[in-house]
């Protein structure tokens, strides 16, 4: 995917940009409170970190608290350090939920308790509660931005405490319905108040059989809920049921985006971080842990090649050609094998395919390579034919035949590595296990095996010799 | 990412499936009209044609639709084509826009004739001109189930007309202000509606820096503005700037998932496709296309390996040991730089790392890459100390000698994959390409080459022989 995200407003930016260099300071203000806050956190971002404090400061604290949530984690951090304590506290109260857990769990102790003094009882609890739960599940990844009403009141009343709690709130398309010990009992949209006549009771519109997260769940298992359901949030029930947060469908895409990112290093055999690090700021040496394992054991490994090959000696000695096309057989089938077991994978992961119907997979598969296989064969015989005709053969022998030996050689083992490269990740899923761990590498290194294995009986036994 | 989302209701249908096999219609039809649309369609999708026939029969036509919208795309064609014309025509009506024009664009030319005639003048209207976008732009994905108002409205006023107009729009959060010519003014959400006083004018309230999507636009630039901007929905304007649709928060999650799947196919080197097949969906014919070129053209320059094998066909001869340790160079080059290219590519396409730093990438690369040679080369080291102890080598040479030149040449060819395998990628971006063209397969094939004069070289020079 292109990441031309930078350019997505520039005219907002220009815009900004101007007023800035015209000095219009009133103007900007203005345009800071109607421009979305992203546009407006990317503008500030760009400026001396002194003239972004004195911007926040003429906005009102919910303008703050948005703006300030959309910096970068870098500049919140710089804002935390160069503003004072008391400043400092009001906007991390004006903060979106989620996000303020994020940057408190990002402090260092002994930050976080100078910070604690300063925070509303409200906010305080909010934060610590927040942070207590692990990253990668939906506790981690909830805010607690959401309006709640009781099911005995009408829809008038239910309108009136919405708009008596909702400055603070930004999402409240849903609005969940409560006992007063905060146990779920629905939710009801705020259409549907809308829709509904001033006396109606929330009860009459209740939707009880609501799509809810558990806090312990997993976060994929949330986002595949938003995704399945499109859904704007799914609220968050602890084991007494009762509501204690919601995940809104913008942290579905962020999650989305991270387990993909997951797979595909998987299955280039690099290990996933347990935590969410951007590629700059993880250091070389985790870089080289996450990659190391799969990179030594499969080059132990590959010694088999090498010994495989180390027992063929006196063939390659007596046929020259054969050495010469053992890089392409090598380098085809592994291309082969990657290919099926990333499209496999893939349709997996998209729930296009199911490991029940492997034997038609597998059949799909051997079609699929078999077509691939006859036009590596015929490119291979061509080759041979045309750049090796004055290579060295053994009296009996001619060009052609070893060029149907290898090139049928070739084809075989285009259509093994496919069938291997689709088998393994079905076979692992069949177990239980994430196919995308069946990595790329590893199917390179094991086709590597049986290529050489398949190269050589066929030279053998199409060759008459050993 | 795990694909269990089969699971993800599953009391929903067990509840579903007990009322069915206690013969309580009158319940299960209650529950229809209560539970999850998703839910209920896989729910019906497991029945025979006929019970789903009737059981959409019992709801009224809102339900119909949406449950009917979130049928797999083979059930919808099978109940067209069971249905009788006038009442498919009525469900059809009731679907969701966006998908309605889809399914519509799957009929055959003489089934969307057939089906012409029976639809109300709107919604045959709607279907063409939704189906006429090319699908991978806004215009192609967008719905157009919005609610709009004018600005000389006051709240109360606005809310009427959201009442009137509503029931058939699910998604009101957003309320798009046009002129009578439908040129969209700008917008507000219902909570600003619901938050200001019933006399108050939709013009104080009006938002008129919004983000919008042109028709014309590429729906991956749809899906990030609504990813940056944490939007529900996306409004998409023509060049007239009227309003002629909107994109809801769930395409920008189907987006990004295609993205992906594209991103990762061109990695692995298969040609992403123009329209989104799903796996088994798509012919063996057509997979083969996808795979054949960058498989035949690597195979094509694989042979160069071959030349290079072929060229110190004489040390190779002189010392066996090197042809032993010649597949792991390869396999290990190929796979340090396919790990670097993965890293790369996913970096640059999360917007984590900018082509304009790739000095500092480059030199990350190294070091990360050094690392993991030292480890690479001491492992090999211990092999050959270990297991070659008995290999032939000619008079004047020892085993340790042997194996700090192949241990040298295997550390100097993992750092130098390293560096083209974040180098390529790197250089595609500048020149303004998508770096996930670089493939995987691209690269092994390259560091192959690489790899064999790098190992070749460095024994002939450490060795001093030729």
């Not at 903060?95 to 509303?120: C, F, G, T, V, W």
């Not at 490119?379 to 052609?400: C, D, E, N, R």
Request: glycine share 4%; with cysteine; aromatic share 8%.
């Amino acid at each position: 995917m292109e990441d031309n995200d930078q350019n997505i407003e520039p005219e907002n930016q220009e815009l900004l940009q101007d007023l800035s260099e015209q000095g219009k300071t009133e103007e900007l203000v203005e345009m800071f409170e109607e421009l979305p806050t992203m546009d407006v956190a990317e503008f500030m971002e760009e400026k001396p970190l002194e003239d972004t404090i004195a911007y926040l400061q003429k906005l009102d604290m919910d303008d703050q608290g948005r703006i300030f949530s959309d910096f970068t984690r870098d500049l919140q951090i710089k804002l935390f350090k160069a503003l004072d304590r008391r400043l400092f506290a009001k906007i991390f109260g004006s903060m979106y939920s989620d996000i303020r857990a994020d940057l408190y769990q990002e402090l260092s102790k002994e930050e976080q308790i100078e910070l604690i003094p300063y925070l509303d009882k409200k906010i305080r609890e909010d934060v610590i509660i927040l942070s207590a739960y692990p990253p990668n599940t939906a506790g981690g990844i909830m805010n607690t931005d959401f309006a709640t009403i009781f099911a005995d009141m009408t829809a008038a009343e239910a309108l009136t405490k919405i708009r008596t709690d909702a400055p603070s709130k930004d999402m409240i398309y849903y609005i969940y319905v409560v006992d007063h010990t905060m146990v779920m009992k629905g939710l009801v949209t705020l259409k549907d108040l809308v829709m509904h006549e001033p006396q109606d009771k929330v009860l009459e519109m209740l939707n009880e059989f609501f799509v809810y997260a558990e806090v312990n769940e997993y976060r994929e298992s949330v986002a595949q809920k938003i995704e399945k359901y499109d859904l704007v949030a799914v609220p968050v029930l602890n084991s007494l049921n009762q509501l204690v947060g919601v995940v809104s469908h913008e942290e579905a895409i962020d999650i989305i985006q991270k387990e993909v990112t997951e797979d595909m290093e998987k299955i280039m055999g690099i290990m996933p971080s347990e935590n969410d690090e951007e590629y700059m700021a993880t250091s070389s040496f985790h870089h080289f842990k996450k990659r190391v394992i799969w990179l030594v054991s499969l080059a132990a490994v590959g010694i088999i090649s090498g010994m495989i090959i180390n027992e063929y000696q006196g063939l390659l000695e007596s046929f020259i050609i054969l050495a010469m096309y053992m890089p392409m057989m090598a380098a085809t089938g592994g291309n082969t094998g990657s290919q099926s077991a990333t499209v496999i994978i893939r349709s997996l992961s998209l729930g296009e395919i199911d490991d029940k119907d492997w034997a038609k997979i597998i059949f799909k598969e051997a079609k699929i390579s078999f077509m691939l296989s006859v036009c590596v064969a015929v490119l291979t015989y061509l080759k041979i034919a045309f750049l090796s005709f004055h290579s060295m053969l053994p009296p009996g022998f001619t060009m052609s035949t070893l060029g149907i030996v290898i090139s049928f050689a070739i084809a075989i083992q285009v259509v093994t590595s496919a069938v291997i490269g689709a088998g393994l990740p079905l076979i692992v899923r069949r177990l239980g296990g994430d196919p995308a761990v069946v990595a790329s590498p590893a199917i390179t290194t094991i086709v590597d095996i049986t290529g050489l294995l398949i190269y050589f009986t066929v030279a053998t036994l199409t060759l008459g010799i050993s």
